[in-house]
């Protein structure tokens, strides 16, 4: 009779780790929920405090969310936790936290603080639009999350390596991303000339509509931190870390940029080679050409 009970102890006791560990993956995705929210409160601080700080810490509070939003989906599939729950809860926490919380920074920084000094109806239009193309990175982020949770076999108009793995359209942590990191990178410090508000919006509308192409992008998942001997990739990832922890400013501002630029590369480099082997085909522009099997979106 006790072997029974200590057998049934002990499977008692695994059933209650079980469930533990599929609350890590949500605890993570609700640590970016949480720096999606404090994200909004300090931009809404800013408008009636020290505009600066609160925007910089906004920014600051999204590009801390990333990691958070990268690890919650890899150790559910590490510890083979995955559930509906956690994929919806996942990508409702990325429309609050790389969606409402980025599109609402990109308004109050680029264009809230221009200066009435401005020509009144440039002023009044720099606002509208600013307004509009920021409603449409938010339309844009959460049409890309909606996009990947019905894809199966997502494919990108422009395929790469086979055999490697590409997220279909920009990812909106990485838009987010971008944004974001724009921000940290003047410190926070509000635009007040309209010649820099321009090309910020053309910006905030380049990050819409590469997260609703179809042009691949580099998802990173050849990263392996499960082999044998990762030290080398571990000491790489230590050095990036310190670069990126020390030097915030620029060092995450022009990654987003060589991120972002990289897939607009790929699809120009794509296009231009299409058209060189067949002038004049309209096939140039046909998803799943056949020079290579595109890959499967792996993440939002």
């Excluded at 603080?113 to 600013?130: T, W």
């Excluded at 309209?194 to 509308?205: C, E, R």
């Excluded at 082999?227 to 000491?235: A, C, E, M």
Aim: hydrophobic share 50%.
């Amino acid at each position: 009779m006790n072997h029974l009970d200590a057998a049934q102890a002990r499977a008692n006791a695994k059933a209650r780790l079980r469930r533990g560990m599929f609350l890590l993956p949500s605890l993570f995705t609700a640590c970016n929920i949480g720096a999606g929210y404090f994200s909004i409160t300090q931009t809404m601080e800013a408008i009636s405090g020290n505009a600066a700080m609160h925007l910089d810490w906004a920014a600051i509070a999204i590009l801390f969310a990333i990691p958070f939003d990268a690890l919650d989906g890899r150790i559910a599939r590490m510890t083979n936790t995955c559930s509906d729950f956690g994929k919806e809860l996942d990508s409702l926490a990325d429309v609050i936290t790389f969606g409402v919380a980025p599109s609402l920074l990109a308004f109050i920084w680029g264009f809230h603080y221009l200066p009435d000094s401005v020509n009144a109806h440039l002023h009044e239009h720099l606002l509208q639009a600013g307004a509009f193309f920021c409603f449409l990175y938010l339309i844009g982020g959460a049409s890309r999350l909606a996009r990947f949770n019905i894809s199966h076999d997502a494919q990108p108009r422009n395929p790469g390596r086979p055999g490697r793995k590409y997220f279909v359209g920009m990812p909106i942590p990485a838009a987010a991303g971008l944004l974001a990191s724009c921000v940290h990178f003047f410190y926070g410090i509000p635009v007040e000339a309209w010649w820099v508000a321009v090309p910020w919006l053309l910006l905030v509308g380049l990050s819409g509509f590469l997260m609703v192409s179809t042009w691949r992008f580099w998802s990173g998942k050849e990263i392996n931190l499960s082999r044998s001997h990762p030290f080398q990739l571990l000491f790489l990832l230590a050095i990036v870390l310190y670069v990126m922890i020390r030097f915030s400013n620029v060092a995450l501002f022009v990654m987003a940029l060589i991120y972002t630029f990289s897939g607009i590369w790929a699809r120009a480099v794509y296009s231009w080679s299409r058209r060189r082997r067949h002038p004049g085909s309209a096939a140039d522009e046909a998803p799943g050409a056949p020079d290579g099997q595109p890959n499967p979106a792996t993440h939002s």
